[in-house]
């Protein structure tokens, strides 16, 4: 992890043409703590993923009664089996939403640690979850406490909503600390998009990778990172001034079988904020249709 930050901070020579080992990471004394925190959440991402993945299967009876007990409300054996059936899926609903608070502050948690890191070194710092099943089910459960259902119902309406905490958790970060240059922050998240993009399409790092697992993680890691920045940054990603290689990412990406990355670069089409803008080369957007 000691060289992670140190890329971060671009205290490495040779960059962005350098091997992160994604596989075999780990924290120094320093970096423990903070290691720890994060951790302990990302822990709990392989249960959140796989009960997401099977939510579909889950909530078709709860759409079936759903649906018989809003076209029938004076039924009340329709209302209880309803009921029934939606509330174990709510828990879940809730479950997700909480984990992504929970995601939501590691990761301002380690944009801080970044930032202070790179002060320090200068003298003075990927799923989508589009699912329309769950909006459905939560929509059908209205008893859930007013605020909490509020913030719930408008995490889910959102396209990407793991992805819309982050974006939402990093500008709020940014907005909070306006002490810190937002270059610290926009600087981090280019040299981290421009490492896994080196490390994607040089052929003797790629091999150094035991799975093609690792290999998807740097590519969610990259996408993930791009719209981050193109949230953060006051011009986006796409711009000609951009120190993202946004034309080198894509190509990246349409170099790998299309069924592997269709999911990410629609993330770049639907889930970024600038690239529809005038400044948005051409090239760009014709490289994303």
């Known amino acids: ?19 992160l080992d994604f596989e075999n990471a780990q924290p120094t004394e320093g970096e423990r703590e903070i290691w720890n925190q994060i951790s302990a959440v990302l822990q709990d991402s392989e249960s959140i993923l796989t009960d997401l993945q099977a939510y579909k ?25 309803a009921w029934n059936a939606v509330c174990p899926l709510v828990v879940r609903l809730k479950r997700f939403y909480e984990f992504s608070i929970r995601l939501g502050g590691s990761l301002t948690q380690e944009v801080l640690f970044c930032h202070l890191k790179r002060s320090r070194s200068h003298g003075g710092g990927w799923p989508q979850m589009r699912n329309p099943a769950i909006q459905n089910d939560f929509n059908i459960e209205n008893e859930v ?20 905490t982050l974006s939402d958790a990093t500008m709020h970060f940014v907005s909070e600390n306006k002490t810190l240059p937002i270059e610290h922050t926009t600087d981090c ?3 981290m998009t421009s490492v896994c993009k080196v490390m994607l399409e040089t052929p003797e790092y790629r091999s150094r990778f035991t799975s093609e697992e690792t290999l998807m993680f740097c590519m969610r890691v990259m996408v993930g990172v791009i719209i981050l920045y193109d949230h953060v940054h006051p011009v986006g990603a796409f ?3 951009s120190k993202i290689d946004m034309k080198g990412c894509i190509k990246v990406l349409k170099e790998q079988a299309p069924d ?8 770049l089409r639907f889930t970024t904020k600038h690239l529809n803008d005038e400044t948005t080369s051409k090239q ?3 490289m994303l249709q």
């Open 1 to 19: 992890m000691g060289n992670l930050l140190k890329v971060l901070t671009r205290e490495i020579e040779n960059y962005p043409h350098f091997f």
């Open 57 to 81: 299967s889950a909530g078709r009876r709860s759409e079936m009664y759903g649906d018989s007990a809003i076209q029938n409300p004076n039924d009340i054996q329709l209302q209880e089996k």
């Open 145 to 164: 406490n007013n605020e909490m259902a509020n913030r719930m119902s408008l995490f889910y309406a959102e396209a990407t909503p793991m992805l819309k």
């Open 189 to 191: 998240l280019s040299t």
């Open 239 to 241: 711009c000609k001034t």
């Open 284 to 286: 760009i957007r014709a």
């Open 260 to 267: 592997s990355v269709e999911g990410l670069l629609n993330a």
